[in-house]
């Protein structure tokens, strides 16, 4: 079985942190044959889509380099049974321009994601939908719209639409004499959308990290911010601690599936704070080894025999 990554250079790959090094893996030890594919380097022809990709291997624990790397070649879409498209954010032209061409393939290859659905999603604005599940939210370019909001709530948190890892997030209080200096560096000068969300006093006790599985939970870590920081996300220094599944989790997850479902979306990580969905990470979601660490498991493993039917 040949199976496609679709991600940012392989030497990104972080040893200790990275899930996509985890499905990586767990595909190699069933028997599969991995091919790395770059951003932007699959071609359309009159005969179907070819993949300019490299073969690799993953190195045991035990050696100092992740990979090894072997020959470089062009696989044709029928001879690939699956993609695993990992590319971290932002959801760039790239990233757009690779969704658009995988979505002329016509082989039948299973995708984890679906193109249609990360084209579809933004991790960010996608949630306002639903209104019940998410805090008061506000999303606008409008310095006035912007600062009605922060006086209706005092407190809020500001972020870009396309950030990831915890990247420009602010917390911004009515009496903050900067407010408007951050409501222009986060808008890049009121000419791009922000996310204005009202501030939840739970995000001190940390947000909840729930990985889905064809719409189901298989995993939940508790993510909790430094001393130095109130980002809970581990790029800007958190840390996992255990936590469980609450039925008011469970209530958002249900809700979400059959969304999940019809767009193709198959592994998926939702942020949650206290009773509140804030982010549906879909593009490149992370926290397995984390989950798996700090549990002692390695779930990895039956979800890629699941997925590959394997």
């Known amino acids: 079985m040949n199976v496609v990554f679709l991600m940012k250079p392989l030497s990104t790959v972080v040893k200790n942190k990275d899930t996509s090094l985890l499905f990586m893996q767990a595909c190699q030890m069933l028997g599969c044959n991995l091919y790395f594919l770059s951003q932007n380097n699959a071609t359309i022809t009159k005969n179907g889509v070819i993949f300019n990709v490299q073969k690799f291997s993953c190195n045991s624990e035990s050696s100092t380099s992740v990979f090894?790397?072997?020959?470089?070649?062009?696989?044709?879409?029928?001879?690939?049974?699956?993609?695993?498209?990992r590319t971290d954010p932002p959801f760039d032209k790239r990233y757009l321009n690779d969704m658009w061409v995988l979505e002329q393939v016509?082989?039948?290859?299973?995708?984890?994601?679906?193109?249609?659905?990360?084209?579809?999603?933004?991790?960010k604005i996608w949630v306002s939908q639903f209104k019940t599940l998410i805090p008061d939210t506000c999303i606008s370019s409008k310095k006035e719209e912007l600062n009605d909001f922060l006086n209706k709530h005092n407190k809020i948190i500001l972020k870009p639409t396309d950030g990831f890892g915890g990247e420009s997030i602010c917390v911004v209080t009515k009496e903050d004499p900067n407010k408007n200096v951050l409501f222009e560096m986060v808008s890049e000068n009121y000419t791009n959308y922000v996310i204005a969300q009202d501030y939840l006093p739970e995000a001190k006790s940390g947000d909840k990290r729930i990985l889905l599985a064809?719409?189901?939970?298989?995993?939940?870590?508790?993510?909790?911010?430094?001393?130095?920081?109130?980002?809970?996300?581990?790029?800007?220094?958190?840390?996992?601690?255990?936590?469980?599944?609450?039925?008011?989790?469970?209530?958002?997850?249900?809700?979400?599936?059959?969304?999940?479902?019809k767009l193709g979306l198959r592994f998926v990580g939702i942020d949650i704070i206290g009773d509140y969905l804030i982010e549906v990470n879909v593009t490149s979601p992370t926290c397995l080894q984390e989950y798996n660490q700090l549990?002692?498991?390695?779930?990895?493993?039956?979800?890629?025999?699941?997925?590959?039917?394997?």
């Open 295 to 310: 549990n002692n498991k390695s779930i990895h493993i039956d979800l890629i025999k699941s997925w590959l039917n394997l």
């Open 68 to 85: 090894e790397i072997h020959e470089s070649k062009q696989l044709h879409e029928s001879e690939i049974e699956a993609v695993f498209i």
């Open 106 to 123: 016509k082989a039948p290859i299973k995708y984890i994601n679906h193109p249609k659905g990360i084209k579809a999603v933004n991790e």
């Open 214 to 261: 064809d719409g189901e939970p298989v995993a939940a870590i508790l993510r909790h911010h430094s001393n130095l920081d109130h980002r809970n996300n581990f790029f800007a220094g958190g840390i996992a601690k255990t936590t469980e599944i609450s039925e008011r989790d469970q209530h958002i997850i249900n809700k979400l599936k059959p969304y999940l479902l």
